[in-house]
T-cell receptor, first 114, second 110 residues
Framework: DTAVSQTPKYLVTQMGNDKSIKCEQNLGHDTMYWYKQDSKKFLKIMFSYNNKELIINETVPNRFSPKSPDKAHLNLHINSLELGDSAVYFC?????????????FGEGSRLTVL | GQSLEQPSEVTAVEGAIVQINCTYQTSGFYGLSWYQQHDGGAPTFLSYNALDGLEETGRFSSFLSRSDSYGYLLLQELQMKDSASYFCAHGSSNTGKLIFGQGTTLQVKP
């Protein structure tokens, strides 16, 4: 049973389109995150939510809009996609947002913008 | 600012021991973590040091010296499957935010 699952695994789309990535965790964790990993493997936090409340918004362009309908789900919608948005997007969760130790990552969603 | 420095690549042979160093700068420190990521896979948690000293988990150990802003991951009895990228990360605030280093690619050769 997958702990953190995200869909789709691959997205290929044209510039200017809008796309969404969904994430679900069945670990009972309170906190969920979106990280972006670029082609140089650099992992950068984008957002975190604790129990549906936004905790971290790491100066991401407002074309990116996270939504957390409940604490087990955190989705990411991206408007007006740009070439520079091509990356692997990882969803992650942790037991509580004040615990900076262990994150559980999903398998990633590889976004390619043409 | 907040940053972590680690070597970009390390090569070692099967059965050997390798140490991956990590130095960091941060205005607030909430522990040092290590993650492993195989090509095409998800980062997976290896270890976490909140206090100075050595933490051992099987073949992997992690060390932290807060006074030196330094830590390392020690991998013993290297196996081919240990070929992966290894990231150090520190908690920079009490919001659970993890800042990752740029990763060290470990290549294990026969």
């Amino acid at each position: 049973d997958t702990a953190v699952s995200q869909t789709p695994k691959y997205l290929v789309t044209q510039m200017g389109n809008d796309k969404s990535i969904k994430c679900e965790q069945n670990l009972g964790h309170d906190t969920m995150y979106w990280y972006k990993q670029d082609s140089k493997k650099f992992l950068k936090i984008m957002f975190s939510y604790n129990n549906k409340e936004l905790i971290i918004n790491e100066t991401v362009p407002n074309r990116f809009s996270p939504k957390s309908p409940d604490k087990a789900h955190l989705n990411l919608h991206i408007n007006s996609l740009e070439l520079g948005d091509s990356a692997v997007y990882f969803c992650a969760s942790s037991q509580a947002y004040r615990v900076a130790g262990e994150l559980f990552f999903g398998e990633g969603s590889r976004l390619t913008v043409l | 600012g907040q940053s972590l420095e680690q070597p970009s690549e390390v090569t070692a042979v099967e059965g050997a021991i390798v140490q991956i160093n990590c130095t960091y700068q941060t205005s607030g420190f909430y522990g040092l973590s290590w993650y492993q990521q195989h090509d095409g896979g998800a980062p997976t948690f290896l270890s976490y040091n909140a206090l100075d000293g050595l933490e051992e988990t099987g073949r992997f150990s992690s060390f932290l010296s807060r006074s030196d802003s330094y830590g390392y991951l020690l991998l013993q009895e290297l196996q081919m499957k240990d070929s992966a990228s290894y990231f150090c990360a520190h908690g920079s605030s009490n919001t659970g935010k993890l800042i990752f280093g740029q990763g060290t690619t470990l290549q294990v050769k026969p």
